[in-house]
């Protein structure tokens, strides 16, 4: 649970101090008034990177010349105090005041799980998109995958900018080409694990949303192996080289999401991928419960909009009574009783509207 969030030159919010947050936080007001950045911000503190924007520099206020965001956090796993500072030369990390700490010590200490408007990129954006947010949930139930997943991102880089040189060495490609198939005995192996125990709880958490009136069918897609030495792998030299892409590995493995037998992008309706991305949030939410024996932080940011009223109650009902949700929305008011505190944010303040 986040029980302390301070903000100082983080998008909107020159100034932010909250406190004694409860388990259900409701965060209304205008639009562009920063309830979409208090989400951002404990999202970066959890995940070390915006579910808007790639660049944290992008996350600094006008005028200022970088950003902090702080969060004290207490969940099973205990007390922690986290900082992300951008001082526009880089990013720079926190834990309990200390300065310094790397990537891989500050993985993991917190947990959030991410509901957003545009949310179903993760069936539109493409192969990347969809990768790119298993591999994440991948690392956060297993942080030991992190360095696999940094160390697939540089070999795919290097492989690249070979292969854009007219006069590309094979010998250099030789070397990259095996430390991808080297990658790929781990990983591959690892995300069809992630699919064997995440996906019965997507099944379930589909099922429970559509009580039962529509079938979700996902399934983990790799790439073939990369092919050995031989004919194969000259063959493969040869295309990627005239080609001037990657064009085998881990790095283009992709996640098929199907309801009713036909692709969910191509023929599902708005409200029918934003009901299958949430179904996602809550899985993630179930698995990481399971798996790590922690309960994350929810953030929604508005993403209820397609749904009628009996998914948006389904939606809440799947959440967990423990679970702290900390919810953005201009207009909807969730009917769970007083349960709510309810903050009206504008730029460097939140005022308790009820309680």
């Excluded at 709880?201 to 073939?224: I, N």
């Excluded at 036909?262 to 708005?270: A, I, N, Q, T, V």
Aim: with cysteine; net charge positive.
């Amino acid at each position: 649970m986040l029980r302390r969030l301070r903000l100082t030159s983080f998008r909107c919010h020159p100034s932010l101090d909250l406190e004694n947050l409860g388990n259900r936080v409701l965060l209304i007001g205008a639009n562009g008034r920063g309830k979409t950045t208090l989400l951002e911000s404990v999202a970066v503190l959890a995940r070390l990177r915006s579910f808007r924007t790639r660049a944290l520099r992008d996350l600094t206020q006008h005028g200022a010349e970088g950003w902090r965001a702080e969060g004290a956090w207490a969940d099973e796993a205990g007390p922690v105090r986290l900082g992300v500072i951008w001082r526009g030369a880089g990013r720079e990390l926190e834990i309990d005041g200390r300065a310094g700490a790397t990537t891989d010590e500050f993985w993991g200490r917190a947990l959030a799980v991410v509901a957003h408007g545009g949310d179903t990129t993760i069936l539109e954006g493409g192969s990347a998109e969809r990768r790119s947010g298993f591999d994440l949930l991948l690392a956060e139930v297993d942080p030991g995958r992190l360095p696999d997943l940094r160390r697939l991102r540089e070999v795919t880089r290097q492989r690249s900018a070979l292969l854009r040189q007219s006069r590309g060495s094979r010998e250099e490609w030789e070397a990259w080409t095996t430390a991808l198939a080297e990658l790929a005995e781990i990983l591959q192996p690892a995300r069809r694990a992630l699919a064997q125990i995440f996906l019965p709880h997507l099944e379930k958490a589909h099922r429970d949303l559509t009580a039962g009136a529509e079938k979700l069918k996902v399934s983990y897609e790799p790439e073939e192996p990369v092919p050995a030495a031989g004919p194969e792998r000259d063959r493969l030299w040869e295309r990627e080289r005239e080609r001037g892409l990657n064009l085998a590995g881990p790095q283009r493995d992709d996640w098929d999401f199907r309801l009713g037998g036909k692709s969910l992008s191509r023929f599902g309706s708005e409200g029918q991928r934003r009901a299958a991305c949430l179904a996602v949030r809550l899985a993630e939410l179930q698995l990481l419960r399971q798996s790590r024996k922690r309960t994350p932080v929810l953030l929604v940011d508005d993403a209820l909009k397609e749904l009628d009223e009996e998914r948006r109650a389904a939606f809440w009902k799947g959440v967990p009574a423990d679970c702290q949700v900390l919810y953005a929305s201009a207009h909807d008011r969730p009917g769970q009783g007083d349960s709510w505190v309810i903050l009206e944010i504008s730029p460097g303040r939140a005022e308790v509207v009820r309680a």
